[in-house]
């Protein structure tokens, strides 16, 4: 029986999708083998040894601590695109709200109440929805930092509604760079691309990298009277900085879906409560996405979309699986091997891959009587984890 333990409301979708007479899963599982979570913070938290991996239903990864797992062998995942369409869906709205006077117009609305009459009702808002007059998105450029699953579902839409778009990605992968649309202008720095755009929307993770990037040097820059709109993560932006840009007219809105105590009473400033993947189809996606790599890493080791570890998949043949993870040093495959040699264990199949300083191995072998083996593996210089499956 494997054991799931869950942080946050994950969909039921999801959640169904591990077999009951294979799996607990529960809120306060005990040991747990997985952690299923959203947004729940694991850093503060000591993580059990029992458990072997950690998957996000989600694609940031900022709340768990990834390097931490990663010197414990434990395999973190994430599930990259599930929830792009809901965040490109928001970055519209977003960006709609900034551009017209929706929000402060419905507002205005409500305060006609005590108006009975319809005809006068409807005068009144005739004369007065001038204040409410706005602009179009099509014709002006949008910038995008991050190009990544959600960057380019968002120039894809910006482009199908008439914007120009830049964009921004020091990092691209291939993969990604397939998905661009060639209409895409690149833009060679930041910098660049914040001196051109009417609205500059990010889409990069949060890592020390990108932490504060936009910046009081970054928004002196930027084109005057831009739109910033951050559906990332709230440290992506310094926030007293982008008050101060508010406040001299650098920026003429921030749209965010991470609220600050500092743009409380702000009109310029559109915050949502991190709302960007809260759509039924996003959760299920990611929910059950989730799931089913948990169970694949589980009950047959191969590991897929993990942001610590690669992706490693082998076919299932009769016999018992070896699992380990080693960092990545010379010799760690060869001293295992040698004591499955030691033991008369005869291996079928093997896998061996590695990422930056981290490896993983399968090794399927014919059944082993031998239960000192996966301790011999274990003790072994440099093996952070080892596990049999049956
Ligand atoms: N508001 C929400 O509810 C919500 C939902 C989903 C994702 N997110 C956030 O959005 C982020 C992006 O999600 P995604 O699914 O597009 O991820 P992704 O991994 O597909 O794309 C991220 C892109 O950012 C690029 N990047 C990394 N560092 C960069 C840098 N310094 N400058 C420019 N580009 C850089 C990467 O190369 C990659 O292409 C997530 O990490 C998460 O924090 C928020
Ligand atoms: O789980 C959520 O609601 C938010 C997920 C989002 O921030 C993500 O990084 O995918």
């Known amino acids: 029986m494997y054991k ?8 039921s979708k999801g959640l169904e999708r591990f ?3 294979n799996y607990e899963v529960s809120s306060d599982a005990s040991s747990p083998n997985a952690i299923l979570l959203r947004s729940h913070k694991l850093h503060n938290e000591v993580l059990d040894e029992s458990v072997l991996a950690i998957a996000r239903a989600g694609a940031g990864v900022n709340n768990v601590p990834v390097d931490d797992c990663s010197k414990q062998g434990v395999v973190v995942f994430n599930t990259p695109g599930a929830n792009a369409n809901a965040v490109k869906e928001l970055v519209l709205a977003g960006m709609l709200l900034s551009s017209r006077g929706i929000k402060a117009g419905i507002d205005h609305v409500s305060t006609l109440h005590n108006i009975t009459d319809a005809s006068e009702l409807h005068k009144t808002l005739e004369a007065q929805k001038k204040q409410f007059a706005g602009s179009e998105l099509k014709g002006k450029t949008l910038g995008i930092i991050g190009l990544g699953a959600i960057g380019s579902l968002v120039a894809d839409m910006a482009l199908a509604l008439g914007m120009k778009v830049v964009g921004f990605d020091p990092a691209l992968s291939i993969e990604a760079a397939w998905r661009l649309s060639s209409e895409v202008q690149r833009a060679e720095n930041m910098h660049a691309l914040l001196a051109k755009c009417d609205f ?8 020390k990298p990108t932490y504060h990037m936009i910046n009081a040097e970054a928004l002196s820059q930027a084109k005057r009277g831009m739109v910033l709109v951050n559906f990332a993560r709230e440290s992506i932006v310094d926030p ?19 609220p600050e105590p500092v743009f409380y009473g702000r009109k310029d400033v559109i915050a949502m409560p991190h709302i960007g993947a809260s759509t039924a189809e996003a959760e299920e996606n990611c929910a059950m996405m989730a799931a089913d790599q948990l169970m694949d890493f589980l009950e047959n080791g191969n590991i897929k979309n993990s942001v610590n570890f690669p992706n490693v998949s082998l076919a299932r043949v009769d016999g018992q699986r070896i699992i380990f993870t080693n960092e990545n040093v010379p010799k760690v495959l060869g001293n295992v091997l040698s004591v499955l040699a030691d033991h008369e264990v005869n ?25 000192d083996v996966i301790d011999a593996i274990n003790s072994i210089e ?8 049956p």
């Open 4 to 11: 799931i333990k869950t942080f946050n409301q994950i969909s």
């Open 19 to 21: 077999p009951r007479s």
């Open 200 to 207: 500059v929307s990010l889409h990069v993770p949060a890592i």
């Open 240 to 258: 007293e900085a982008v008050a101060k840009a508010l406040d001299i007219g650098t920026l003429a809105t921030y749209v965010c879906d991470f």
């Open 347 to 371: 291996v079928i199949d093997m896998v061996n891959k590695s990422r930056g300083d981290l490896a993983y191995n399968i090794i399927d072998v014919e059944k082993m009587n031998n239960g």
């Open 382 to 389: 440099h093996v952070t984890s080892v596990r049999l499956i």
